[in-house]
Every structure is written in C-alpha cells, then in structure tokens.
C-alpha cells in the first residue's frame, strides 16, 4: 500500500486507473483538512504586547523618575548606567544560556552524547533560576528605601 501511496503523489501521471483514484482520494483528504495558526498568532501577538508594555515601563517611568531625583550635574551618568544596564542585560542572558545549554537537563548525560549531538538536550531552566538567585540579593536593598518619599 506505501508503495502506491508513493506513486499516487509523484507528480507525473501513470496509465493505472487504481492510482489515479488513490492520487484523488489524497488530494481531496488534504483539501478537507482545515489547518488554523489563529491560536498560536494570538498567544505571540498577547506575548509580544506585553513584552512592549514591559520595555517601555523603564523609559517611560523609570528616566522621569531620575530626572526629578536626581542632581542636574549627576544626570548624564545615570542615564549612561541606565543605558549600560539595558545593553549588559541580553549579553548577559546570552551568556547565561549558552552555559546552561552546554549542561544536560539531567546532569548525567548517556554514554557518548555530547553537546553537538542534535538529541542534546540542554538545562535552558536553570538560567531562569540562576538569573532568580541573583535578583534575590539586590532585592533586600530595596527595604532600606523609604515608603513615601520626603
């Protein structure tokens, strides 16, 4: 049957009545199939909306913020950090990655799999935790802040 399911969809005709009716039976089952990217084009579309929310939140919060805190001779260099942190932040995440991706997702990988064998699968989560763990230790200097400012 594969045999004349493959000849049935070569794109040459045979004198065979047998596959020219298998060739119509597999061109009518593809058009009766309906195939919709509509769920997936709307879980990007939400994702990448409030991707856009959250990068504009800094510059259009955070750079008002430091413009009436701060000292007009100290302004230039903390906009340079702001821009030096924002650039450092994908580097970093990149860096991140790749290491975690040279790590196998068990720790223990099988004889002979290596990190260029395509069924490698990398520890992409632990970025995710690492990243989590270092955020952990600026986030206890944001209690010594004052609740309202003075």
């Keep these: 049957m594969s045999h004349m399911k493959?000849?049935?969809?070569?794109p040459f005709s045979f004198c065979s009545k047998l596959i020219n009716e298998l060739r119509q039976i597999l061109k009518n089952a593809k058009c009766d199939r309906s195939v919709s990217n509509f769920g997936p084009f709307v879980v990007m579309f939400t994702a990448l909306v409030l991707l856009g929310i959250g990068r504009?939140?800094?510059?259009?919060l955070g750079v008002?913020?430091?413009?009436?805190?701060v000292k007009r001779k100290s302004l230039p260099a903390?906009?340079?950090?702001?821009?030096?942190?924002?650039?450092?932040?994908?580097?970093?995440?990149?860096?991140?990655?790749?290491f975690c991706n040279k790590l196998y997702y068990t720790h223990s990988p099988s004889p002979g799999l290596t990190a260029k064998d395509p069924t490698w699968i990398g520890a992409w989560?632990?970025?995710?935790?690492?990243?989590?763990?270092?955020?952990?230790?600026?986030l206890h200097a944001l209690f010594f802040f004052p609740s309202k400012p003075s």
């Design 64 to 69: 008002p913020m430091i413009d009436d805190n």
């Design 78 to 98: 903390y906009f340079a950090g702001i821009s030096f942190i924002r650039i450092l932040g994908p580097i970093a995440g990149f860096l991140i990655g790749s």
């Design 56 to 60: 504009t939140m800094p510059w259009s």
């Design 6 to 10: 493959l000849s049935a969809i070569a």
């Design 125 to 138: 989560w632990l970025g995710f935790l690492i990243v989590s763990i270092l955020l952990i230790v600026p």
